[in-house]
């Protein structure tokens, strides 16, 4: 099997991935995964109505690597009204490289030519619910992805609103030739009245309501500002639907991950779930 990418071609097989010049080799301890996230708005945003301009990603992405992966977003700083939520690490982002399938950092609705994050992760084989989950998914009976962790400053951010047949009226100024062109306009926070501001709820982490009825997307960063990377959450359900794992390298199958663990002893900014 072979993935090409940006930087180098990655071929895959029993002795491990190999991604952006170093080689990743399973052991008894350690399994591999890649994976495909943050895809730029407009052509992608989430559920929960949240987007990343190509701009910010390409500020932001690095800022990934060497972060936690865990379980469902068992993180127990992102749930503080969870009482007993404990941390389930995982792995571990090992490398990221921004992928540009399209015309560079261009603002785009075509989802195949949009600026993305393409990366290698580690899997603990020894961690809490690795090897049931990760054996789920390479059986086929429950698939995975991954859902990106994010830090961001909500003063930093903008509000994309969708246009109606007017044109752009909130903010000419500061929405660019492109995203007008795709059917958006931009409205930085600072310069949002009261009832934009209103569309996005600060405890639920996502956009509630629409704006005099057009659709409203909290682009984090804004149009140029860095975000944080903070890691991934390993679901089955993400809020970025384009998002995916792409391969998964264990070294010794789908048991490998079980067999692994049978022998143990018994024994103020805004976070972002996207």
């Known amino acids: 099997m072979q993935t090409r990418l940006d930087c180098e071609v990655a071929l895959c097989g029993e002795s491990g991935i190999e991604f952006c010049g170093t080689l990743y080799k399973p052991s008894n301890t350690l399994a591999f995964f890649t ?12 559920t929960a109505g949240q987007g990343i301009m190509p701009s910010v990603l390409a500020k932001s992405f690095k800022s990934l690597t060497l972060t936690q992966v865990n379980s469902e977003h068992q993180i127990a700083a992102y749930h503080p009204d969870t009482p007993g939520m404990a941390d389930n690490i995982i792995g571990s982002v090992l490398a990221v490289e921004l992928a540009k399938p399209g015309a560079g950092l261009a603002i785009t609705s075509n989802k195949s030519h949009t600026p993305f994050i393409r ?40 509000f994309a609103v969708a246009l109606d047949q007017r044109g752009p009226t909130l903010n000419k100024e500061h929405s660019p030739t ?11 926070y600072e310069m949002a009245d009261s009832y934009l ?4 709820s600060t405890k639920s982490r996502s956009m509630v309501k629409r704006y005099t009825g ?34 998964v390298w264990t070294g010794t199958g789908e048991s490998g991950l079980k067999a692994a663990l049978s022998s143990l002893p018994k024994q103020p900014h805004v976070i972002g779930i996207c």
């Open 35 to 46: 994976f495909e996230v943050a895809h730029c708005f407009p052509a992608v945003f989430t």
């Open 119 to 158: 990366g290698v992760a580690s899997i603990f084989k020894h961690s809490k619910g690795s090897a049931n989950a990760f054996g789920a998914h390479l059986s086929g009976n429950k698939k995975l992805s991954v859902s990106m962790e994010i830090s961001w400053a909500l003063e930093d951010c903008s």
């Open 178 to 188: 492109a995203l007008v062109a795709n059917g958006w306009e931009n409205v930085p």
């Open 197 to 200: 501001r209103a569309c996005y």
């Open 214 to 247: 057009r659709k409203v997307v909290a682009l984090m960063g804004g149009l140029s500002n860095e975000i944080e990377f903070m890691g991934l959450g390993v679901t089955a359900n993400p809020a970025e639907r384009e998002a995916k794992i792409t391969e």
